[in-house]
């Protein structure tokens, strides 16, 4: 069955600090991956996604993605996080079938000012 | 254009009780999913409904869980004879093609 690893569970960091959040999948055809954001009592907000195209992936707040298929890797990253950047992130792959997302366990962001 | 929306945001059922879930997706949007996550768990797919139609039903229990989704009016999740362990947030989202799929706010359902 496919499923959606992320690594890091809980991290930590100050402000101005630079982020990577670790996501790999288990899938390995074609693929649509999605980073999701969930700040405190809000829903889930998509960051950024890949179909095609470009690894590189651009997505809202400053935050980018790169697909590097050999290692079945999507990790997302910010090169200065701010303290607004305090959330849940969700790694998630579309599945085989295209009728559902296979989300990751989340990493809780925080980050102290 | 109006999000997804849920309702209640919070259900406090006791057990053996029936909890309805509602979800008025996004206008234009045909496409609805569920998910539920549990404590220190992701979100995990339950059901996508496509207007009147069940696509894919892969992560529902067998049993005591349903979902609809009609020509008129939400999508419902109901589930009946509720026990402790469906005390969860569930989650609906919406998407106008099955591509990009936008969430609702979710709904926290206690079962006491």
Known sequence: AQSVSQHNHHVILSE?????????????????????????????????????????????????????????????????????????????????????????????????? | NAGVMQNPRHLVRRRGQEARLRCSPMKGHSHVYWYRQLPEEGLKFMVYLQKENIIDESGMPKERFSAEFPKEGPSILRIQQVVRGDSAAYFCASSPTGGEAFFGQGTRLTVV
């Not at chain 1, 600090?17 to 809000?42: D, H, I, K, M, R």
């Not at chain 1, 889930?44 to 179909?51: I, M, P």
């Not at chain 1, 095609?52 to 809202?60: E, N, Q």
């Open chain 1, 16 to 113: 101005a600090a630079s982020l990577e959040l670790g996501c790999n999948y288990s899938y390995g055809g074609t693929v649509n991956l999605f980073w999701y954001v969930q700040y405190p009592g809000q829903h889930l907000q998509l960051l950024l996604k890949y179909f095609s195209g470009d690894p590189l992936v651009k997505g809202i707040k400053g935050f980018e993605a790169e697909f590097i298929k050999s290692k079945f890797s999507f990790n997302l990253r910010k090169p200065s996080v701010q303290w607004s950047d305090t959330a849940e992130y969700f790694c998630a792959v579309k599945n085989q079938a295209g009728t559902a997302l296979i989300f990751g366990k989340g990493t809780t962001l925080s980050v102290s000012s």
